[in-house]
């Protein structure tokens, strides 16, 4: 009987991890090159049950022990490129992610609304300078256009600047920090990176709003059942108490 309230309530603390992601890439559905979470789960192995009787042990069944979250990986696939016409927002069309220079160390992304800083670095919204091939990107305001090429390269007024440092990693290789920022575990290997960059326009959030509203009422109405279990399995356990204990 105790058991059974354990197998409900691993799935309710499994469901409360399920929420709080889903609940999550919505609250991320129109932040520029978020990449939603998902969540892998898995039953705990099931266990042998035996009966002793006049010193023979014969088996009952087996019992499983439940279910856990085993991984919550990040989901790369691409977001949709939107059209917005300002000249220092830039999409990656393809695998690759910009780099950044931030106070706790290179960083990578796939947000590329970028702006000027007061000294004409090109930088994030919080701050962070975006890397070039010869690092931090320096323009002036005052030299004319900026252009930036397909494989990264900027120009303005006509004249070569740098190019864009785009790297790439296994989704494995990364851990969310905010921000839309991504930290590369110190062991990891760049992979090649295939991205055209796209002026002038922006990556969207990979999120189905839709599917994830779909997933948030299934969790509830499934957290809802496992409640019940466990009510149904206490007004049990109360029972066989009482019974057992009027007849002592």
């Given at each position: 009987?105790?058991?059974?309230?354990?197998?409900?309530?691993?799935?309710?603390?499994?469901?409360?991890?399920r929420h709080a992601v889903v609940s999550n890439n919505l609250a991320n559905?129109?932040?520029?090159?978020?990449?939603?979470?998902?969540v892998i789960g898995q039953t705990f192995a099931e266990v042998l049950m035996n009966v002793q009787h006049k010193e023979q042990t014969k088996p009952v069944g087996r019992l499983p022990l439940g279910a856990g979250?085993?991984?919550?990986?990040?989901k790369m696939t691409p977001g949709m490129i939107e059209n917005t016409g300002s000249v220092f927002d830039l999409a990656l069309n393809g695998d690759g992610f910009f780099v950044l220079e931030t106070p706790q160390g290179t960083r990578i992304t796939r947000q590329g609304n970028f702006m000027l800083d007061g000294e004409g670095y090109l930088q994030n919204l919080t701050g962070d300078r975006?890397?070039?091939?010869?690092?931090?990107?320096?323009?002036?305001?005052?030299?004319?256009?900026?252009?930036v090429k397909s494989d990264g390269s900027i120009f303005q007024g006509?004249?070569?600047?740098?190019?864009?440092?785009?790297?790439?990693?296994?989704?494995?290789?990364?851990?969310?920090?905010?921000?839309?920022?991504f930290v590369v575990r110190e062991d990891a290997q760049p992979i090649d990176a295939d991205a055209e960059v796209v002026q002038g326009a922006l990556e969207r959030s990979?999120?189905?709003?839709?599917?994830?509203?779909?997933?948030?009422?299934?969790?509830?109405?499934?957290y809802e059942t496992e409640q019940k279990l466990i009510q149904a399995q206490n007004e049990s356990l109360e029972r066989l108490i009482n019974d057992m204990g009027a007849n002592i």
């Open positions: 009987m105790l058991r059974g309230l354990y197998i409900a309530a691993s799935g309710m603390v499994a469901d409360e991890v559905a129109n932040t520029v090159g978020y990449k939603k979470d998902v979250v085993v991984d919550i990986p990040i975006v890397l070039g091939e010869a690092g931090p990107i320096r323009l002036d305001p005052n030299l004319g256009d900026v252009e006509g004249q070569f600047v740098d190019r864009l440092s785009i790297i790439n990693f296994e989704s494995t290789a990364l851990v969310k920090e905010g921000n839309s920022r990979n999120v189905n709003v839709i599917e994830e509203m779909v997933n948030m009422i299934t969790l509830m109405r499934t």
